[in-house]
């Protein structure tokens, strides 16, 4: 049996890439990694479709050899309007300067150089990114910044790392079966519902997601917005395009993303994210009104990201994250209690605050309009995050704590039939089996 679905498997994959007038190979990780310029100000937004420019090989902020600090400033009260576009580091020029002036002159006290400013107002912080001196003993001018008075606070930069790993490829796609996706379609299909992926960048006119991002936007300083293998992976099991006739569905193929580039790959394949490109991801992706935000990264606890999840939590935003299978409590973000935490690992599974998803063998979108397979808990989250989308199609101002209660949890994994029977109260798929739903209970 495992050797006909595997054959099945490549000739659904080859038939695919064949579709699309594609190679059939699986396009090697891009060896060239972004670095940070050192002026300040923001990224020019890219029009989501635009032709991807050849990537310069430049260093990536993780490799500076100084050591990178955040340093937090306060705004006044927020005026801006919350259902108006701005431009992804809008400021209010009024106070912007003095500001600066005070980043300056710390920068100056502390032997710090500074290197490029962002205004948060989701936190009511300009955030200034700094560089220590050499030799300066860790720790200790962040310390001596978050007792300064003109600081709300100051922290180190940390680093994260992705957790990778009718259609043709439909079929075998592990959550068509699991998840029982085609009867689902006439329940929900993530319509009306913005998904910000927050990853490397994503292939917009790659053919499984073509007509899918509604913003594409690069936070990553020192080169333009290129496509990658990580984030066009998450985005095309979140959010393919179902009906097409090639490649691959999504879990939710009426959501529409934000393709948020706030990590980038490097020479031996691997994606990087900072707390700084992060964090500016994050908050560009509250104030353009995502309802999922998905995070397929793992690192260090962080407060500005905590912060930032923080605030989605209390708009109701629904925050999903890769747990690390290396690290204890599974990582951060995916240790924050009000984030959805994924795994592809039954012996991660936590009752209740971890949730287990396909996340092996998951055929999706890859750079150069083709096709691959990819493991790890990274795609479970994807999984998620589709999950949450056709979840806010039917219940868009469910509270997060009465969700997460919905989910119907086995040790297989999700019951997303039972789960959504829950959430609308009626049944939308296997509606035959009574014995799935004869224990579940609305919360």
């Known amino acids: ?9 490549c000739r659904a994959l080859l038939a695919a890439t064949a579709a699309a007038g594609a190679m059939a190979a699986v396009p090697a990780a891009a060896s060239a990694a972004a670095g940070p310029a050192p002026a300040a100000g923001a990224a020019q937004p890219q029009q989501a479709g635009a032709a991807q420019p050849e990537r310069p090989a430049v260093q990536s902020p993780a490799a500076q050899p100084a050591r990178e600090i955040l340093v937090m400033l306060r705004l006044p009260a927020p005026h801006y309007r919350p259902d108006a576009y701005y431009p992804p580091n809008y400021r209010d020029d009024a106070g912007a300067a003095a500001r600066r002036r005070t980043a300056e002159a710390l920068a100056r006290e502390y032997g710090l150089r500074l290197l490029e400013d962002w205004a948060m107002p989701i936190l009511n912080v300009d955030c200034y990114r700094m560089a220590e001196p050499e030799g300066a003993e860790p720790g200790k001018i962040v310390e001596a910044l978050s007792r300064d008075p003109r600081v709300k606070w100051a922290q180190a930069i940390e680093t994260f ?19 029982q996706l085609a009867d ?7 319509r009306n519902v913005t998904v910000a992926v927050i990853d490397s960048g994503v292939e917009a006119a790659h053919p499984d997601l073509a007509g899918q991002l509604a913003f594409q936007e690069n936070f990553v300083e020192g080169q333009p917005y290129v496509a990658e293998s990580h984030g066009t992976g998450v985005a095309g099991v979140i959010a393919a395009r179902a009906g097409n ?15 948020l580039r706030a990590c980038w790959e490097q020479a031996d394949g691997a994606t990087r994210c900072n707390s700084f490109t992060l964090g500016k991801a994050l908050n560009f ?19 500005l990201l905590r912060e930032l999840i923080d605030v989605a939590c209390a708009r109701g935003v629904r925050v999903v994250s890769a747990v690390d299978p290396a690290s204890a409590g599974g990582g951060f973000p995916a240790s924050h209690p009000g984030v959805f935490a994924a795994t592809a690992l039954v012996a991660q599974m ?18 150069g309009a083709r096709w691959g397979m990819v493991s790890g808990s990274s795609f479970s989250a994807a999984h998620i995050s589709g999950m949450m989308a056709l979840l806010s199609e039917l219940r868009p101002a469910m509270a997060l704590p009465k969700l997460r209660a919905s989910i119907v949890s086995q040790p297989a994994g999700i019951d997303l039939c039972a789960t959504v029977a829950i959430v609308t109260g009626k049944c939308s798929c296997l ?10 209970r609305s919360p």
């Open 1 to 9: 049996m495992k050797r006909a679905l595997t054959r099945l498997l």
């Open 161 to 179: 790392t992705a957790q990778g790993g009718s259609d043709p490829l439909f079929p075998v796609q592990p959550a068509a079966q699991q998840w």
């Open 285 to 303: 992706a509250l104030m353009h009104g995502a309802q999922v935000i998905n995070l397929s990264l793992s690192g260090p606890p962080d407060r």
């Open 184 to 190: 689902m379609r006439k329940a929900a299909t993530g």
């Open 350 to 367: 936590v009752a209740g605050r971890v949730l287990l998803a396909p996340g092996r063998d998951i055929p999706t979108s890859a750079p």
């Open 245 to 259: 006739g090639v490649g691959i569905e999504g879990v939710a193929p009426e959501a529409r993303l934000m393709a």
């Open 431 to 440: 509606c035959g089996s009574t014995a799935q739903l004869k224990d579940v």
